[in-house]
């Protein structure tokens, strides 16, 4: 398949700036993708849609205010970092601005010096291997001293920075939100409990994948970037109580699916697992794992409208995303959402 099987056009006033000041506020379409059929909520009605004994898989992935502006040692030059993933210790897998700045040896002063990041090496695609050093515990340096990552279509400044982290947020470790869990508050979940949903929670940090557009014409050759996953023992019996009960699987985010998707033997079923991922998940996929999906309206041309295509039909999903544009939906991160049924 070739890369603009999956373009669309999007006015670019389409694209959500900031968020709604009632997470659940948003309108959700939802997609039928047995029929293509498609209608209009608002996201709390999603409590409708989700029946007793089915089971909501959150990512509990917590982002790290990972973006660092600092100083080149020697020069002052200004020097900007991404924390993209933990490698071992201190040491980092980033992407750098300018990267051309940045040679082996090159030292990064943050904070007047009490954060300092050595270049230790080159990675994947430009990016830059870093090693901290600094006085104190590194996560509240951070706290102190990074910004949220929003992505590169977000112009605007973010106020409050726990609007670009879920709720239920706990496993620090993500360079970018998983967008989808934004919609959701404590308020919500508890009604959804109440209505007999059972919820269960993964974690997958989002890594550079996130940032980093396909670059190949044809889609088979793009390769997806690694990003490290868990499931627990606890979720893992759950979501295999749900699966032999007949209850649906419903993941939040493109995250989720490509966690369970991973996870999953051939008969669909879970155990407890750790490690690294790279599924890239397009039309011609059979999915083992994940029966519906909530999920945010994604850029053209990206693997996650490739996912969902593969869960929906390429066709009606292009046809969902142009009624999404004529009827001006919010787009992206911040935006409104879709379920998958």
Known sequence: MNINDFDFHLPEELIAQVPLEDRTASRLMV????????????FKDIVSFLNKGDCLVLNDTKVLPARLIGEKEGTGAAIELLLLK???GDRWETLVKPAKRLKIGTTVIFGDGRLRAVCAGIGDQGSRIMEFSYEGIFYELLDQLGDMPLPPYIKEKLDDRDRYQTVFAKERGSAAAPTAGLHFT??????????????????????????RPVSVDSIEEHDMHSEYYQISNETACT????????????????????????????????????????IFIYPGYTFKAVDALITNFHLPKSTLIMLVSALAGRNETLAAYQEAVKERYRFFSFGDAMFIK
């Open 31 to 42: 997609l039928d993708k047995q029929t293509g059929d498609v209608s209009h909520r608002s």
């Open 86 to 88: 933990q490698i071992e």
């Open 186 to 211: 404590e308020e919500l979940l508890d009604r959804l409990r109440d209505g007999g949903v059972t919820i269960a929670f993964i974690t997958l940090h989002v890594g550079l994948g996130t940032f």
């Open 239 to 278: 979501l295999n109580e749900v699966r032999e009960a007949g209850g649906r699987i419903i993941t939040v985010g493109t995250t989720s699916t490509r966690t369970l998707e991973t996870i999953a033997d051939d008969q669909g079923r879970f155990s407890e697992s750790s490690g690294w991922t790279n």
